[in-house]
């Protein structure tokens, strides 16, 4: 069975890091490009960063770029989102996602999604 | 930048056909994807390519494609589709993704 599992979600000041984590099991995952998504509370879902099945390309919302750094290790089937900088407005469910495409692509749909991690900066 | 704009709700009830758009100026040239997420769940992929449908996902569910605009067709329409319902698409030349604001899809 395909299954992703966030974790690393916390209550943070802003200002402070961050890193989540995401367990991909059920698939190949080196063939797979990974994608991070966020839902602020109440609000609607905003791609936030996504990695290619290589892990050598990376893309990111211009809303965190600068401040949050997406990775992988294919080895142990991980994709990771270190932020750092948080501000208030980063507070939101984040969700670990699967890109549909087997080729790596980074870019594309999202088939599988985990159930999230929340995420809350406040002081 | 790159917007993607859905109308906000839509309503229908049992039994007939709802249709939610999503419009966009950078669609004629990127393919769209459609999700539902349900209260409290995560989302679920119902589209993607504008009209492919993934496995497992009624055959209720339909996509299309016109110039500027996507459109996601729910036939007969059930109380259980009740749900927010989101478009995504790629910018592939600033290699940006975005999400529509969403559409809560409400059965009367």
């Known amino acids: 069975d395909v299954q992703l599992l966030e974790s690393g979600g916390d209550l943070v000041q802003p200002g402070g890091s961050l890193r989540l984590s995401c367990a991909a099991s059920?698939?190949?995952?080196?063939?797979?490009?990974m994608g991070w998504v966020r839902q602020a509370p109440g609000k609607g879902l905003e791609w936030v960063s996504a990695?290619?099945?290589?892990?050598?390309?990376?893309h990111y919302a211009d809303s965190v770029k600068g401040r949050v750094t997406i990775s992988r290790d294919n080895a142990k089937n991980m994709v990771f989102l270190q932020m750092n900088g948080l501000r208030v407005d980063d507070t939101g469910v984040y969700f670990c996602?699967?890109?549909?495409?087997?080729?790596?692509?980074?870019?594309?749909?999202?088939?599988?999604w985990g159930q999230g991690t929340t995420v809350t900066v406040s002081s | 930048s790159y917007e993607l704009t859905q109308p906000p709700s839509v309503s229908v009830s049992p039994g007939q056909t709802a249709k939610i758009t999503c419009s966009g100026d950078?669609?004629?040239?990127?393919?769209a994807s459609w999700y539902q997420q349900k209260a409290g769940q995560a989302p679920v992929l119902l589209i993607y390519?504008?009209?492919e449908r993934p496995s497992g996902i009624p055959e209720r569910f339909s996509g299309s494609s016109s110039g500027t605009t996507v459109t996601l067709t729910i036939s007969g329409v059930q109380a259980e589709d009740e749900a927010d319902y989101y478009c995504?698409?790629?910018?592939?030349?600033?290699?940006?993704?975005?999400f529509g604001g969403g559409t809560k899809l409400t059965v009367l």
């Open positions: 996602a699967k890109i549909i495409s087997g080729d790596g692509y980074s870019l594309g749909a999202m088939d599988v």
């Open positions: 059920g698939f190949t995952f080196q063939n797979y490009g």
């Open positions: 990695i290619s099945g290589s892990g050598y390309r990376s």
């Open positions: 950078a669609l004629p040239q990127q393919h």
């Open positions: 390519e504008d009209s």
């Open positions: 995504q698409s790629a910018d592939t030349t600033t290699s940006y993704v975005k």
